[in-house]
Nanobody
Framework: QVQLVESGGGLVQAGVSLKLSCATS????????MAWFRQAPGKEREFVAS????????YVADSVKGRFTISRDNAKNTVYLQMNSLKPEDTAVYFC??????????????????WGQGTQVTVSS
């Protein structure tokens, strides 16, 4: 059974950086596409970034492009989200997700059958 556990969230001030981690177990991590989504209060969950199984094709949503970077370490079964220049509108619960798809830039929730429980990121102004 696949398990995904996010960590690294917290309360920070605008302008600082934060790095989220998502550790996985139960599967061959390097075989799967990984992604980050987020859900702000009162809003639908939205795609943030995805990365191919080899790590060679990171894809980032336009809303965070230039500030957020996704990466992975297949030896550690972990995917990361580096968030720089954080803004109050980045406040959300951040989820990591795992997919069998090989589609580069996979960004739809239905493509990801496995999800973590989420980690809260709160950015104060």
């Amino acid at each position: 059974q696949v398990q995904l556990v996010e960590s690294g969230g917290g309360l920070v001030q605008a302008g600082v950086s934060l790095k989220l981690s998502c550790a996985t177990s139960g599967r061959t991590f390097s075989s799967y596409t990984m992604a980050w989504f987020r859900q702000a209060p009162g809003k639908e969950r939205e795609f943030v970034a995805s990365i191919s199984k080899s790590g060679g094709s990171p894809y980032v949503a336009d809303s965070v492009k230039g500030r957020f970077t996704i990466s992975r370490d297949n030896a550690k079964n972990t995917v990361y989200l580096q968030m720089n220049s954080l803004k109050p509108e980045d406040t959300a619960v951040y989820f990591c997700a795992l997919s069998y798809t090989l589609r580069i830039g996979a960004s739809f929730e239905y493509e990801y059958p496995y999800w973590g429980q989420g980690t809260q990121v709160t950015v104060s102004s």
